[in-house]
C-alpha cells in the first residue's frame, strides 16, 4: 500500500505544478495607458508648442521693427554736434524698449524647460508603476520547480531622487547654455553697433577735415583775388 502510494505522488506534484503554471500564463496583463489618454496629452504638448513658436516669432519681428525704427534715429544723431551723446542715450532708450520682449522670451523659456522636466518624469513615474514581467516557467510533468523565480529588481527612492536631480542638473545647464548663448548674441550686436558708430565717425570726421580744408583754399583764393584787386596799375610808359 506504502509503495503503490509512493509510486503515484512524483507523478500527482507535476499535474499541480502544470495547472498552476497555466492558470498563470491565463492571467491578464496589466491595463497599459488608454490611447486616447495619450493622444490627448501629445495633441495638448503640441498646442503649447505652436503657441510658444507664434510668440517667439512675434517677439522677433517687433525686435526687428525697433531695429529699423533705430536706423534713422542714429542717421539723425550725425548731423548734430554732439554724435556720441546722441548715440548713447537712443541705444539706452532701444535697450529698454527690448526689455520687455527679452523677459517674454525668457518666460516662454522656462516654460519650455518645465514642461520638458514635467514629461521627463511622468514617463519614469509611469516605467515604476508598470509590473516587471518575469519570462514564464515552461513546466513539464517530468521536470517540477526546484528553485523559486527571482523577484523583479524594484527601484528605490534614491534612484528616483538621483533621476530627478541629474535631470534638473540638465536643465539648469541647459539654461545656462542658452544664457550664454544670448547673452552673447547681445554682445556681438553691442560690438557690431559700436563698430558702426566708429565707422560713421571716422567718415564724418573725414568729411569734416575735408570741407574745412575747402574752406581754406576758397579762402586763400578770395585772399588772392582781392590782392591782386588793390594792386595800383602800372603808369603808362615805364617799363
Do not use: W
Not at 505652436?50 to 531695429?67: G, M, N, S, T
Not at 508598470?130 to 528553485?147: G, K, S
Not at 538621483?162 to 536643465?171: E, G, I, L, P, W
Amino acid at each position: 500500500m506504502h509503495t503503490r502510494a509512493s509510486m503515484f505522488l512524483p507523478h500527482l506534484l507535476a499535474a499541480v505544478v502544470a495547472v498552476s503554471a497555466t492558470a498563470a500564463l491565463a492571467q491578464p496583463a496589466p491595463a497599459a495607458p488608454l490611447p486616447e489618454e495619450d493622444a490627448a496629452r501629445a495633441a495638448a504638448l503640441q498646442h503649447r508648442k505652436e503657441q510658444r513658436d507664434a510668440e517667439r516669432h512675434e517677439i522677433e519681428q517687433q525686435r526687428r521693427a525697433l531695429a529699423e525704427r533705430q536706423k534713422p534715429l542714429e542717421a539723425a544723431c550725425y548731423q548734430k554736434f554732439a554724435v556720441e551723446d546722441c548715440l548713447s542715450k537712443l541705444r539706452s532708450q532701444a535697450r529698454e524698449q527690448e526689455k520687455p520682449l527679452r523677459e517674454r522670451e525668457l518666460r516662454l523659456n522656462d516654460a519650455e524647460r518645465r514642461e520638458k522636466t514635467e514629461e521627463r518624469l511622468r514617463s519614469i513615474d509611469q516605467k515604476m508603476k508598470e509590473p516587471r514581467q518575469q519570462p514564464a516557467i515552461q513546466a513539464t510533468p517530468r521536470q517540477p520547480l526546484t528553485q523559486p523565480a527571482k523577484p523583479a529588481p524594484k527601484r528605490t527612492q534614491e534612484d528616483v531622487a538621483h533621476d530627478r536631480a541629474t535631470m534638473d542638473a540638465q536643465a539648469q545647464q541647459r539654461a545656462q547654455t542658452q544664457s550664454q548663448r544670448a547673452q552673447s548674441q547681445q554682445r556681438q550686436q553691442a560690438e557690431h553697433v559700436q563698430a558702426e558708430a566708429e565707422r560713421r565717425s571716422k567718415a564724418q570726421e573725414a568729411a569734416k577735415q575735408t570741407q574745412e580744408e575747402a574752406a581754406k583754399a576758397k579762402a586763400r583764393r578770395d585772399k588772392a583775388a582781392a590782392d591782386r584787386k588793390g594792386a595800383p596799375l602800372p603808369v603808362p610808359g615805364t617799363p
